[in-house]
């Protein structure tokens, strides 16, 4: 009986050595993977690694991560030098094919979403120079913008200073974002001396999005825009 319970015991120990050692060599690996985004261009700020999935020491072995979560909450994206927050990121990886020290790493596929706030949204969206003829009779300050809020499902609302501008759908086509159906109110439309209360469409790309990940699709929410994005083959280090 004493030698059944010493076993027992040593094997206790040992098992709690070893997930002990997991447990710090995933530590170890998940700073430097996030380093070696960071240092890749992938993403603006170092984000938050957590590698998925037991023991860690078998999936190193074999090279291949099954499960990465990252995430950030400082990250930026935008066209051109307009920048913008994106707000909430993070993304699920599934297959992480890594190096011997993690200077590459190629992902099967990838999802993830983030957040665009109105206020940020509509610095993406041209000023009201640009959007309406003759903008300048209706007595708004240079580089005014839209003001955008939440218009229901698939739609968002608009404002140029106190005339509203109605609502529009918001969808993409790859990284491209486009916002089309806004319509003048016929006092601004009066006051500003055009006939046609139509805005163009409105369109901007997207790029720097974060972990190589490309943009799926966007889904106007109270808060703000929702954007989800995925990626296959994807080149997240090196």
Same mark, same amino acid.
Not at 110 to 131: K, N, V, W
Not at 144 to 171: D, M, N, Q
Not at 182 to 204: C, E, N, T, W, Y
């Given at each position: 009986?004493?030698?059944?319970?010493?076993?027992?015991?040593?094997?206790?120990?040992?098992?709690?050595?070893?997930?002990?050692?997991?447990?710090?060599?995933?530590?170890?690996?998940?700073?430097?993977?996030?380093?070696? @985004?960071?240092?890749?261009?992938?993403?603006?700020?170092?984000?938050?690694?957590?590698?998925?999935?037991?023991?860690?020491?078998?999936?190193?072995?074999?090279?291949?991560?099954?499960?990465?979560?990252?995430?950030?909450?400082?990250?930026?994206? #935008?066209?051109?030098?307009?920048?913008?927050?994106?707000?909430?990121?993070?993304?699920?990886?599934?297959?992480?094919?890594?190096?011997?020290?993690?200077?590459?790493?190629?992902?099967?596929?990838?999802?993830?979403?983030?957040?665009?706030?109105?206020?940020?949204?509509?610095?993406?969206?041209?000023?009201?120079?640009?959007?309406?003829?003759?903008?300048?009779?209706?007595?708004?300050?240079?580089?005014?913008?839209?003001?955008?809020?939440?218009?229901?499902?698939?739609?968002?609302?608009?404002?140029? #200073?106190?005339?509203?501008?109605?609502?529009?759908?918001?969808?993409?086509?790859?990284?491209?974002?486009?916002?089309?159906?806004?319509?003048?109110?016929?006092?601004?439309?009066?006051?500003?001396?055009?006939?046609?209360?139509?805005?163009?469409? @409105?369109?901007?790309?997207?790029?720097?999005?974060?972990?190589?990940?490309?943009?799926?699709?966007?889904?106007?929410?109270?808060?703000?825009?929702?954007?989800?994005?995925?990626?296959?083959?994807?080149?997240? @280090?090196?």
């Amino acid at each position: 009986m004493r030698g059944w319970l010493k076993a027992t015991i040593g094997l206790v120990v040992l098992s709690g050595v070893l997930v002990g050692a997991d447990r710090i060599a995933v530590g170890v690996a998940e700073d430097e993977a996030a380093e070696q @985004i960071l240092k890749s261009g992938r993403m603006s700020q170092k984000p938050h690694v957590s590698i998925e999935g037991f023991p860690f020491l078998t999936q190193v072995v074999s090279q291949k991560l099954d499960d990465v979560r990252i995430s950030s909450d400082g990250l930026t994206v #935008g066209e051109g030098k307009d920048k913008v927050a994106l707000h909430s990121f993070s993304a699920k990886l599934s297959g992480v094919e890594v190096s011997d020290n993690m200077s590459s790493a190629t992902v099967d596929s990838g999802s993830g979403s983030g957040l665009i706030d109105y206020t940020d949204l509509s610095r993406l969206l041209p000023p009201a120079s640009e959007l309406v003829p003759n903008a300048g009779r209706l007595s708004l300050g240079a580089g005014t913008r839209l003001s955008l809020s939440y218009g229901g499902p698939g739609k968002i609302k608009a404002s140029l #200073g106190p005339f509203p501008v109605g609502e529009a759908s918001v969808h993409n086509q790859g990284n491209t974002v486009t916002v089309d159906g806004f319509r003048m109110s016929a006092m601004a439309s009066l006051l500003a001396g055009v006939s046609d209360q139509s805005l163009k469409p @409105i369109s901007f790309t997207l790029s720097e999005l974060p972990a190589g990940l490309n943009l799926a699709s966007v889904t106007p929410q109270e808060d703000g825009l929702r954007l989800a994005f995925d990626g296959k083959d994807v080149k997240l @280090i090196g």
